[in-house]
């Protein structure tokens, strides 16, 4: 039985909701989902295992409960759409999401960094199909702090992403740590995201404080709070660079 039909409608609302946020005038869920996702066996298979009442992410993703579909879906349709090639991962754990990060830029041609604390190589990434253990698209780095990692001034590759996804340590301040890296990014545009949003109350203390903001760039953003499905979707913060 194919699962995603089961939370097809929270799928929908999602997409659609940041297709608003984003002026995207295309139909995403049937460019991207409908003619993309659903015909690739190896995501279908993985959702239906994350969808099916025998999943328990303590005993199949040990380091951390996995991203949603929707979450995954939602950012699917991002990196199709916007043609994002650079993506940096933080946080992989089982590595649910990061097949969908995988596949999605790989169509476009890109590569993609991933950053985990843990270096247990028996649930890091178990997830992931062996065609991306020694591809040239994905780059895994194990026992890495991703703060620290960031961090780096000389590394300049770690201001040129187009996508950096959190999905590591959820407390307020490792996730405001991430965002202040993030921020470093010199690209004309490029995306924010976060998959826990809501922890220790995180986007509204953002909001707040006026955390996203970032000088010389528009800011446009919207997660569950600002969609209709209020909370059950990450956090997705988009930077276009003034000209």
Avoid at 184 to 210: A, G, I, P
């Amino acid at each position: 039985m194919n699962k995603l039909k089961e939370i097809e409608e929270l799928c929908k609302i999602g997409i659609a909701d940041v297709q608003l946020c984003f002026n995207i005038k295309e139909d995403l869920w049937d460019k991207y989902i409908e003619q993309e996702l659903c015909k690739n066996e190896s995501l279908m298979d993985l959702i239906n295992f994350r969808q099916s009442v025998n999943f328990d992410w303590k005993v199949d993703t040990k380091l951390g409960g996995p991203a949603t579909t929707l979450n995954a879906c939602v950012l699917y349709c991002l990196i199709r759409y916007y043609d994002l090639f650079m993506i940096c991962e933080t946080g992989v754990a089982g590595g649910y999401s990061t097949v969908f990060l995988l596949e999605a830029v790989s169509r476009n041609g890109g590569i993609m960094r991933s950053l985990e604390l843990s270096n247990d190589m028996n649930e890091v990434a178990k997830l992931v199909p062996e065609k991306w253990k020694d591809s040239p698209t994905w780059h895994l780095k194990t026992g890495v702090d991703s703060v620290e990692f960031l961090r780096n001034e000389n590394d300049d590759y770690n201001r040129i992403f187009h996508l950096y996804c959190h999905d590591s340590l959820h407390t307020f301040k490792h996730m405001f740590s991430e965002l202040t890296e993030f921020k470093k990014c010199k690209n004309d545009r490029f995306f924010v995201f976060f998959d826990d949003q809501n922890s220790e109350n995180f986007w509204d203390r953002c909001l707040q404080m006026k955390l996203f903001e970032k000088k010389g760039y528009n800011v446009k953003y919207i997660s569950g709070k600002e969609s209709r499905l209020n909370g059950h979707m990450g956090g997705i913060i988009k930077y276009d660079k003034v000209l």
